[in-house]
């Protein structure tokens, strides 16, 4: 590899690290205002137009998945543990509510909201694209009732 690409790897990486943590930077909130995050809330904060229309302040994964996936191995693992988290909040937000308490539900979960928020972003049609965001935080958030 050359030294080119080793820095542009390492810059990504960088990029990626200060990027992440938007979930837990938010649950830290909603606790510190004296409240958890609800499962209903993070649906909603994740699937909307906002979100859509911000990519560079919105979620990493769902803005590089494509970058991600060509870069180093220091880039994915750091990605690999961001997902990781991610899961395991919706994991723990679950809790009471997925019957098998497994991990299937919340990769479901993450993968549908990560690829919903990437197609609504990919279509040109605006109400395409909120009907995109508007089913699939509704079925999701049914689907956790």
């Known amino acids: 590899m050359s030294l080119e690409m080793f ?3 390492d810059l990504v ?3 990626l690290g200060s990027a992440f943590g938007t979930w837990k930077r938010q649950t830290a909130a909603a ?4 409240r958890p995050l609800s499962y209903a809330e ?7 137009e906002s979100h859509r229309d911000n990519p560079g302040t919105g979620c990493a994964v769902t803005a590089l998945a494509g970058e991600i ?4 191995k220091r880039t994915r693992a750091l990605a690999s543990e961001e997902i990781r988290t991610n899961i395991d909040l919706i994991a723990r937000l679950l809790r009471g509510k997925d ?3 497994g991990r299937s539900k919340p990769i479901l979960i993450y993968s549908a909201l990560v690829g919903a928020m990437a197609l609504a972003r990919a ?9 995109i965001l508007a089913t699939v935080a509704e ?3 049914s689907s956790a009732s």
């Open 7 to 9: 820095l542009r790897f």
């Open 13 to 15: 990486a960088e990029a």
């Open 31 to 34: 606790a510190s205002a004296g």
């Open 42 to 48: 993070l649906i909603d904060d994740y699937l909307n």
């Open 69 to 72: 996936a060509r870069s180093d």
């Open 99 to 101: 019957k098998d308490g």
């Open 123 to 131: 279509v040109s049609d605006e109400a395409l694209s909120a009907e």
């Open 139 to 141: 079925l999701l958030k």
